[in-house]
Antibody
Framework: EVQLVESGGGLVQPGRSLKFSCAAS????????MAWVRQAPKKGLEWVAT????????YYRDSVKGRFTISRDNAKSTLYLQMDSLRSEDTATYYC?????????????WGQGVMVTVSS | DIQMTQSPASLSASLGETVTIECLAS??????LAWYQQKPGKSPQLLIY???SLNDGVPSRFSGSGSGTQYSLKINSLQSEDVSIYFC?????????FGGGTKLELK
């Protein structure tokens, strides 16, 4: 059974940093691109970043470029999101998700999400 | 960025009814369109990928169609467990963008 389990959320002050992790199991992690998607309270979904299967390429939405870093450790089957210079608008639930390998790049498995509140 | 316009924003339907949700892309996304269902307090779940392919385990009453810039999700014979918010997403080009969501309620 595919499982994605995030950890590392919490309350953080503006300008500070936070790092999430997402532990994957039930599939060959190193075969799949992975993503982070966020959802502000009572709002829609917003793609944040994607990393390809071997970590050699990463993609970010403009609003987080230069502040967030997506990375992975295939030996540990773990995905990370390092978030620096946090802003109030980064407040959201962050989901780890797996990209499909074929038939487009839809996100076929999602974690339970981890909440981040950026506030002083 | 490719803009995804989803309609309607909310929808009320009766059990057993057929409902359709539309998604319009701001440019051709060549069928790289996914539909997700998000139940209250839960993570999104993939229903449809590549415009019309049913994800594993998804009931056959869900179907997707469309091409170019226009896509739709149809739910036949609405069940109580289908009460959710539905999102479309283009995965043709980065940044992958989502529609604003359609909240489906029972009448």
């Amino acid at each position: 059974e595919v499982q994605l389990v995030e950890s590392g959320g919490g309350l953080v002050q503006p300008g500070r940093s936070l790092k999430f992790s997402c532990a994957a199991s039930g599939f060959t992690f190193s075969d799949y691109a992975m993503a982070w998607v966020r959802q502000a309270p009572k709002k829609g979904l917003e793609w944040v970043a994607t990393i390809i299967y071997d970590g050699s390429s990463t993609y970010y939405r403009d609003s987080v470029k230069g502040r967030f870093t997506i990375s992975r450790d295939n030996a540990k089957s773990t995905l990370y999101l390092q978030m620096d210079s946090l802003r109030s608008e980064d407040t959201a639930t962050y989901y780890c998700a797996r990209h499909r390998n074929y038939g487009g790049h839809a996100l076929d498995y999602w974690g339970q999400g981890v909440m981040v509140t950026v506030s002083s | 960025d490719i803009q995804m316009t989803q309609s309607p924003a909310s929808l009320s339907a009766s059990l057993g009814e057929t409902v359709t949700i539309e998604c319009l892309a701001s440019e051709d996304i060549y069928s790289n369109l996914a539909w997700y269902q998000q139940k209250p307090g839960k993570s999104p779940q993939l229903l449809i990928y590549y415009a019309n392919s049913l994800n594993d385990g998804v009931p056959s009453r869900f179907s997707g169609s469309g091409s170019g810039t226009q896509y739709s999700l149809k739910i036949n014979s609405l069940q109580s467990e289908d009460v959710s918010i539905y999102f479309c997403q283009q995965n043709y080009d980065s940044p992958w963008t989502f529609g604003g969501g359609t909240k489906l309620e029972l009448k």
